[in-house]
């Protein structure tokens, strides 16, 4: 049984595409054969977010209008088994691309894998009518900030008048010291506003620019925590149900910083 | 360290996270209802003068707004009556 997910949230810039990105990898370390799809048509990132971007030469639109067969323009990763990248167009809009266009090539995936990713261009037209064309469910990016928050509250009530099953939450970028000290919404006051199940807390975190500079998603990284939220939610994707909800932490001090230098960094969990 | 400070120094600033909540709160209203902040004062006023045709209201305290309840919008008011009129009747 396969599925396709598309990965949304309204704001530009919150983590879609790291997410989708590093939930692609996870999955694929699962065992689970995936494919990311860049549904950002005109301005691509997905295939630089996993160093892929010397690979392409054929992308969605290519494949969409028949120039090339779909197996041509995906792009096998070579760090792991069974992940795969479907580029956008970069010198294409989202015009290029119907709605119905987006289902059939969906459905095309949906034959060869078992999950297949698609990451959400920001704005809710057209880019993002395609994007959700084809998918069997969504999740959610929110950041806890007041402009985010609003913003995945209206994507939710797009996704479900798309009348697709209510979409689950991933809280990005979450400071576990900010919470404490009452400066940022935490996990229950995120839930009680937007009323959607959560999948997954991700920590903000120094690793996703180091990640993002090199190509190289946390996922594969199994010291990184941000790399251990990703692979978490990654099996909860799958549906395993008893991975509990906690915010991961980086323990300070010079004590903590020396036992990461020597490779038994910790994975601390604190409440959300 | 910083609750120590603060202490220290008398900061009682309480935590910037609860104003977020509130404003979203009111934000998610009006993003659904679509009424602008003049029609909603509008609203209120106009609701305000027919109660005040049957009692004697405590403007000062009155609190008629829009409210998000699960899925659903709702009107709430706390209209405190110093007492009904015995000239409740309705206008001819």
Known sequence: ????IVITSGKGGVGKTTTTANLGVALARLGKRTVVVDADIGLRNLDVILGLENRIVYDLVHVIEGECRLRQALIRD???DNLFLLPAAQTR????????????????LKAEFDFVLIDCPAGIEQGFKNSIAGADRAIVVVTPEVSSVRDADRIIGLVEAAELPEPQLIINRFR????????????????????????????DSEDIIVSANRGTPAAFDDKSIVGEAYRRMARRITGETDIPFVALEEPDGWWSTMKRWMGLAEVREVAG | MNNFFD??????RTGSKDDAKA???????HDQVDLTPSQLDAMRAEILEVIARYAEVDREKVDIRLERAHDQVRLTSSVPVRRVTSRGAVPA
């Open chain 1, 1 to 4: 049984m396969s599925e396709c």
């Open chain 1, 78 to 80: 070579k760090r792991t």
């Open chain 1, 93 to 108: 809009d989202k015009n290029a691309v119907s709605p119905e266009q987006m289902k059939k090539l969906v459905a095309d």
């Open chain 1, 176 to 203: 576990a010291k900010m919470v404490k000290a009452g400066d940022m919404m935490n996990k229950d006051d995120v839930l009680e506003i937007l009323a959607i199940p959560l999948i997954g807390m991700v920590p």
């Open chain 2, 7 to 12: 202490r220290l120094f008398g900061n009682t």
């Open chain 2, 23 to 29: 404003r979203l709160k009111v934000l998610l209203v």
